[in-house]
């Protein structure tokens, strides 16, 4: 029997799947398109940071108008699609569970589903990115039986999100340190989701699909995941003198500790440099230090003990929940950014396209004869 017998990377770490001209890590530093995270970080807005994803370069203001432009038409939900999307349950649900099923239902409404050129997926590429922030606060107003509000067409996601969440005008210095976190979680190279969404992009099938796996693959703890598990864990933890007895057993009992460790980043995550910081202004200003002292003392802890450091989910779970976001949003909320970087990775997948076609390395059993039911 010829089998394949070659090496076996296990979750293909070292293996380069495609070239990519998107984001980028060496070492330490991330860059979108070229330009550091802490450079678009301390400078951009989200939207221009799509911009850029999308089409290698920072825009104009005229771009920039004419991308906002396109968001605000499309944020607001279609009647039909509210009304389908109010049948999906919502209790014991995960929201990523119903997210991914809201996209997926929206595409079966999306005039341009089954055209794959340049201008429709375009098209839907702006309705994806404009209506993910609404979908997820859809989900927090269904499960709370509140109106939904209408997205204002002239503010940006950070702003429409808070105030779909709240229901009222959001707090400018919020939008501000929530449009960051949006900017921090836009792409990561070729992460989980993205390889996920570039592996379906790679039969050629539709964005539609192509995002939804991308949404899938998010979900899982050990990826998008883990920032609800953070503040799940602090919470549990309780309080700053509980983190040490806390720790030594999650430790003697090999559990992972989430938020920290990354396959790429061996010397820390840029990001949660940036978080860190933002982490400690938003628990101080929401009354609430203890989350972050709490997290400094795990992050020292974990660096000493086990050599281990904070990735993206570590800081940005205190971050949100200083802003009263309830713990089961965070992923969604990942996924409202994330979405852009993972449509530039299908564009990027559909224009130097192969499909993604890896071997298995065979450990089963070999030249068995089939044996009738009434034999066995
Ligand atoms: N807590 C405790 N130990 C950890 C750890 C964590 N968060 N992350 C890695 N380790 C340990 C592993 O147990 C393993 O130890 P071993 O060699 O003694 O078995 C070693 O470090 C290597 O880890 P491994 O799981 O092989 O790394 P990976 O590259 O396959 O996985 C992650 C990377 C991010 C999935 C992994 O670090 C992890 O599960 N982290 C927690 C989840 C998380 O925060 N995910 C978000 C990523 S942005």
Known sequence: MQVYDGAVDKGLEGVVACTTAISSIVDATLCYRGYTIEDLAQNSTFEEVVFLLWNDRLPTSAELVDLKNSFGKEMALEPELVAALKKLPTKDTHPMAWLRTAVSTMGLWDVDANEMDDNANHRKAIRLSAK???????????????????PKADKSVAWNFLYMMKGKDPDPEMVKVFDTCLILHADHELNCSAFAA???????????????????????????????????????????????????????????????????????????????????????????????????????????????????????????????????????????????????????????????????????????????????
């Open 198 to 376: 570039r592996v379906t992009a790679s039969s050629l099938s539709d964005m539609h699909s192509a995002v939804v796996s991308g949404i899938c693959a998010l979900k899982g703890p050990l990826h998008g995941g883990a920032n609800e598990q953070v503040m799940r864990t602090l919470r549990e933890i309780g309080g700053v003198d509980q983190v040490i007895p806390w720790l030594e057993k999650a430790l003697a009992n090999k559990e992972k500790i989430m938020g920290f460790g990354h396959r790429v980043y061996k010397n820390g995550d840029p990001r949660a440099k940036i978080l860190r910081s933002m982490s400690k202004n938003m628990t101080e200003n929401s009354g609430e230090p203890q989350w972050f002292a709490m997290s400094e003392i795990l992050d020292d802890e974990m660096k000493a003990r086990k050599g281990l450091l904070p990735n993206v989910d570590f800081y940005s779970a205190s971050v949100y929940y200083s802003m009263g976001i309830p713990l089961d949003l965070f992923t969604p909320i990942f996924a409202v950014s994330r979405v852009t970087g993972w449509i530039a990775h299908i564009l990027e997948q559909y224009s130097n396209n192969r499909i993604y076609r890896p071997r298995g390395q065979w450990t089963g059993k070999e030249g068995l004869k089939y044996t009738p039911i009434s034999q066995r």
């Open 132 to 150: 993910m922030a609404t979908l997820v606060a859809a989900f927090h107003c269904f499960r709370e039986g509140k109106e939904l509000a209408t």
